[in-house]
């Protein structure tokens, strides 16, 4: 462990050195370009830049406008269903500090995202086989009196009753389908990478549905946001009538099935329009 130690201030002090020079180029390259002027530097050089600005403003002018148009309509527009991952790693963290002038809260935000990715991933998805469809969960959803450990096997539930867990089992049961409990992203990344899916069912709060789309794209994952009645990450609930919702939308022959918790709005509002999935 001590030999260790002098490597990682090596590490730290070459990478804080890296950084700091890189800035100062940056701010270097700042300052040059106004005072000697870019065709000063080459003649060719303002045309090469106008036309890198042009073609940037072109693909931002496409993705924002295929990506409001689709979120309208209810359909993909321009391309927009391949803009998805844009939407969630280039646009989310730019709104999110556009919405800071306004004073938009982060959950608020999070939330609309979240909101929208469910639709987006509603109108363009498939049905499923049970086996490729993963039901993700945090952990918070045990009963934070409970002496069972749950996060590697969720079997080891005794069914007591007193927490979501059981009926989140009866689902599993009933519909085929892979459940797991992660204790945080490292773990959630872990499971997707061992089973594979080909989509998620993520039960989650605000900020961790949000970084949990981000992570795993390109495999789409279906949001259902927990209920926190004590705060956040104790004791909390999910709608179970809507998770199951969820499943029998997306599972093959899902819909036929007799509900284990009764009638749920359901998602059918998400299906595009003329009805084709």
């Not at 700091?20 to 830049?49: D, K, M, T, Y």
């Not at 069972?148 to 089992?169: F, M, S």
Request: proline share 6%; charged share 15%; with cysteine.
């Amino acid at each position: 462990m001590e030999r260790s130690e002098p490597s990682r201030k090596r590490l730290f002090i070459g990478l804080l050195c890296g950084t700091g020079l890189a800035v100062c180029a940056l701010l270097i390259f700042v300052w040059a370009v106004p005072s000697i002027g870019l065709a000063n530097i080459h003649p060719l050089a303002p045309l090469v830049l106008g036309l890198v600005s042009a073609a940037a403003i072109v693909l931002v002018l496409w993705a924002t406008l295929g990506l409001a148009a689709s979120v309208a309509l209810g359909r993909p527009f321009l391309g927009s269903d391949h803009l998805r991952g844009v939407m969630a790693r280039v646009f989310l963290p730019l709104m999110t500090i556009f919405a800071r002038l306004f004073h938009i809260s982060k959950s608020r935000v999070r939330a609309s995202f979240i909101k929208v990715n469910n639709e987006m991933v509603a109108a363009r998805a498939g049905r499923y086989e049970a086996g490729q469809v993963l039901v993700l969960l945090p952990h918070c959803l045990q009963s934070s009196r409970c002496k069972h450990r749950l996060t590697y096997d969720i079997n080891n539930c005794k069914r007591c009753g007193e927490c979501p867990v059981d009926g989140l089992i009866a689902l599993s049961q009933a519909y085929g389908v892979h459940i797991a409990i992660a204790t945080g992203g490292t773990i959630a990344r872990r499971i997707v990478v061992q089973k594979r899916p080909r989509l998620i069912v993520a039960v989650a709060c605000e900020r961790d549905l949000t970084s949990g789309i981000q992570d795993t794209y390109p495999i789409p994952v279906f949001g259902v946001l927990n209920d926190r009645p004590n705060g956040p990450c104790l004791d909390t609930q999910v709608a179970l009538p809507h998770l199951e919702a969820a499943l029998r939308f997306f599972l093959t022959g899902g819909e036929a099935r007799e509900p284990v918790f009764g009638p749920f709005a359901g998602l059918a509002r998400f299906t595009p329009a003329g009805g084709a999935r």
